[in-house]
C-alpha cells in the first residue's frame, strides 16, 4: 500500500502494479554507491508511423480487459489517463464529455488493421461488434510514441471527424444493407458512484485512505493523519516461522497491527479490518454506515447499483498469493494475506466492478470474476457507505 511516482500506461485504467509484497515499496537493501561519470548517449529516436504501430496503439485504445472476453474502449473507466491520444484529442473528449466509443458495454470481438497513405498518415481501422461499430483513428508520431489524434466513424456523414460540430457519438449500429440479425436485447445499465479519488500518503495506510474517498462521497473531508490517528495502534512484532510464515502477531479487527511505514514484506507493518474501519465511518458523516465479514457479491453490486460506494480488502493487483492464518494476541485466528490491500468500488456493471485505488491514485475497472476470488481471501469483508 506505499505511495507511487508513476504510472504504466494500460486500458481501462487498468493499472500495472509493480508486485512486490504487498502494497510496499521495493526494498533492496543496497547501500548507496557514489555517482561515477556516465559517458553521454545520444537523445532517444523519435517514433516511427509504421502499420504495426499504428496496429498496436489502435488496439491499446481498445484492449481486453484482463481475466476477461470483452474489448473496452480506455475511457470507459471514466479517465482518459492511460488512452494513447494526443493532447489535443484527450482536450476535445475532456471539454465535450465524450469517450472514445459511446458503448454501454465491451465489445465481444475486435478486428484492427492499419494503413500508411502515400503522405504518411496513418489510419488505424478499428471494428467491433461484428464490424456493426466502424472506427478509423488517426495516428500520429509525437516524441518517442505513436498516439491517436483524431477518430472518424465510417459512413457517418460528410464529416465525421471528432472535432466536427455537433459531436455525433460513435455507438453502435447496423449499415444500410446490412442482413437482417438477430434480435439483442439492449445492453444493462452501467451504475457508477462519484468517488473522489484520493492516493495513500503512508507506505500501508491504504484502508484510510479508501475510508477518506468514501467519506468524502458523503461531503465528509478529512485528511488522512487526522482517520488513522482514530485508530489503535499495535506495533508489536511478528512471530514468525519458517518460510516467513506468521504465527503470532496482532488483531487487525481491533487494531492496526505493525507500523504504518513498515512493508508487509519483511513482515514489520500490516494494516486494519473493517471493524475498526466501520466504526470511525459511523462517528465520522455515515452512521448508517454497515460492514461484516462473509458479505455475498450481490450485496456489494446492489450497494453499488444504489449508489453507495463500498470499501473492501483484496490483494495488491488483484493477485493470488499464498494465504494463511495467524493466532492474535487475544486468540483469535486471522487470515492474512502479505499482499493485503483495501480499496473502495464506486461502480458496477453486468461482468465488471469499477475500483478506486488509493495504491497510486487511480481509477479502473476488472471483471467481477477478478474482484470475487481476491476478496475471498480475507473472508468477504466489506464496509458498505449508504
Not at 494500460?10 to 508486485?19: A, D, E, H, P, R
Not at 460540430?165 to 453502435?172: R, S, T
Not at 497510486?360 to 464496509?383: C, I, L, M, P, R
Request: glycine fraction near 10%; charge should be negative; charged fraction near 15%.
Amino acid at each position: 500500500m506505499p505511495r507511487s511516482q508513476g504510472f504504466a500506461r494500460s486500458c481501462l485504467g487498468l493499472v500495472v502494479v509493480l508486485l512486490t509484497a504487498g502494497c510496499s515499496l521495493p526494498n533492496t537493501g543496497a547501500e548507496p554507491t557514489a555517482a561515477v561519470a556516465a559517458a553521454a548517449t545520444p537523445p532517444p529516436a523519435p517514433a516511427v508511423l509504421d502499420v504495426q504501430g499504428a496496429i498496436q496503439t489502435a488496439s491499446a485504445a481498445f484492449a481486453q480487459v484482463p481475466g476477461g472476453t470483452s474489448y473496452y474502449d480506455c475511457s470507459f473507466g471514466g479517465t482518459l489517463f492511460d488512452c494513447p491520444l494526443t493532447d489535443r484529442l484527450r482536450a476535445r473528449l475532456i471539454a465535450a464529455q465524450i469517450r472514445l466509443c459511446n458503448c454501454p458495454e465491451g465489445s465481444p470481438d475486435r478486428t484492427v488493421t492499419a494503413t500508411i497513405d502515400n503522405a504518411g498518415r496513418g489510419t488505424a481501422h478499428v471494428r467491433l461488434y461484428g464490424g456493426r461499430l466502424k472506427l478509423d483513428l488517426t495516428v500520429v508520431p509525437v516524441g518517442r510514441e505513436l498516439l491517436i489524434d483524431d477518430e472518424r466513424l465510417t459512413g457517418g456523414g460528410p464529416e465525421t471527424s471528432i472535432y466536427a460540430q455537433p459531436v455525433e457519438l460513435p455507438a453502435p449500429r447496423l449499415p444500410d444493407d446490412a442482413p437482417p440479425v438477430k434480435h439483442i436485447p439492449p445492453p444493462p445499465q452501467i451504475f457508477t458512484v462519484d468517488v473522489p479519488i484520493y492516493q495513500q500518503v503512508m507506505n500501508l495506510d491504504c484502508e484510510t485512505a479508501a475510508l477518506q474517498m468514501a467519506l468524502a462521497t458523503f461531503g465528509r473531508h478529512y485528511t488522512q493523519a487526522q482517520l488513522f490517528a482514530l485508530q489503535a495502534l499495535d506495533t508489536r512484532p511478528a512471530v514468525v516461522g519458517a518460510n516467513n510464515v506468521v504465527l503470532r502477531w496482532g488483531n487487525p479487527y481491533t487494531n492496526f497491527v505493525g507500523l504504518v511505514d513498515g512493508l508487509e514484506s519483511n513482515i514489520t507493518g500490516y494494516g486494519v479490518y473493517w471493524p475498526v474501519i466501520l466504526q470511525i465511518a459511523k462517528t465520522h458523516g455515515v452512521p448508517a454506515a454497515r460492514g461484516g465479514n462473509g458479505l455475498s457479491a450481490k450485496t456489494i453490486y446492489q450497494a453499488l447499483q444504489a449508489g453507495h460506494p463500498v470499501e473492501v480488502w483484496v490483494e495488491t493487483g488483484f493477485v493470488r498469493p499464498p494465504t494463511g492464518t495467524w493466532i492474535s494476541w487475544d486468540g483469535r485466528t486471522i487470515p492474512y494475506s502479505l499482499h493485503e490491500h483495501a480499496v473502495t468500488l464506486s461502480g458496477v456493471t453486468v461482468d465488471s466492478v469499477r475500483v478506486n485505488d488509493p495504491l497510486h491514485g487511480t481509477q479502473y475497472w476488472v471483471t467481477k470474476s477478478t474482484f470475487e476470488a481476491s476478496w475471498s481471501d480475507f473472508g468477504n469483508q466489506a464496509v458498505i457507505f449508504q
